[in-house]
């Protein structure tokens, strides 16, 4: 089992920054591919960026490209999720996810992810 607590969310301006945290507890953290997601009221939760187990490879949604930076310290249990040049419709809930042996192919879709934080709230503002 791995338990996660996402930290970090807030209210910030349009153009501002902010960092999520994603702390981890159980066995094994280190082996497991982890993913952001978001979910914005009446919409889809939708891929945000993903790791690989050891910070090799990641990945982006093109609506972040070059604005989020995921990053992860194996050694803390810990994965980040650096937002930068935030805009409005960047609002939503955040979470992270937990998957093992995530293939890359499928690293943006939920159901491949076994273990869920309860988010965190970003709010821009305009």
């Known amino acids: 089992q791995v338990q996660l607590v996402e930290s970090g969310g807030g209210l910030v301006q349009a153009g501002g920054s902010l960092r999520l945290s994603c702390a981890a507890s159980?066995?094994?953290?280190?082996?497991?591919?982890v993913a952001w997601f978001r979910q914005a009221p009446g919409k889809e939760r939708e891929f945000v960026a993903a790791?690989?187990?050891?910070?090799?490879?990641?990945y982006y949604a093109d609506s972040v490209k070059g604005r989020f930076t995921i990053s992860r310290d194996n050694a803390k249990n810990t994965v980040y999720l650096q937002m930068n040049s935030l805009k409005p419709e960047d609002t939503a809930v955040y979470y992270c996810?937990?998957?093992?042996?995530?293939?890359?192919?499928?690293?943006?879709?939920?159901?491949?992810?076994?273990?869920w934080g309860q988010g965190t709230q970003v709010t821009v503002s305009s």
């Open positions: 996810a937990a998957g093992d042996s995530v293939h890359s192919s499928v690293v943006v879709t939920p159901t491949m992810y076994d273990y």
């Open positions: 790791i690989s187990w050891n910070g090799g490879n990641t």
């Open positions: 159980g066995r094994a953290f280190s082996s497991y591919t």
